[in-house]
Nanobody, 123 residues
């Protein structure tokens, strides 16, 4: 089993930045890929970014260079740097871990999920 705990969410003004962290524990050696998803009220959970253990990354089109995913394998932690935030980025952001060796963009591609952290962007 793998446990994921997100942190770093909160309230930020439009144009601002936030850094989300996702700490993994348990059978972390089995994780190949980590990803970030988000879910706004009334909407489906959507893929934001993913990173492979080799540090290869993949982003959703709407990120457009504003977000950066990274990971520190020694600390079993993944990060999501959010820059140039917009009100439409307001959502609960979830960290996920996959035992598969590719960066999936669907929720079914991931085996473990964190509890989520709220990011609210105000005007």
């Amino acid at each position: 089993q793998v446990q994921l705990v997100e942190s770093g969410g909160g309230l930020v003004q439009a144009g601002g930045s936030q850094r989300l962290s996702c700490a993994a524990s348990g059978r972390t050696f089995s994780i190949y890929t980590m990803g970030w998803f988000r879910q706004a009220p009334g909407k489906e959970r959507e893929f934001v970014a993913g990173i492979h253990w080799s540090s290869g990354t993949y982003y959703a089109d709407f990120v457009k260079g504003r977000f950066t995913i990274s990971r520190d394998n020694a600390k079993n932690t993944a990060y999501l740097q959010l820059n140039s935030l917009k009100p439409e980025d307001t959502a609960v952001y979830y960290c996920a871990a996959a035992l598969r060796s590719f960066i999936g963009t669907t929720t079914s591609s991931y085996n473990y999920w964190g509890q989520g952290t709220q990011v609210t962007v105000s005007l």
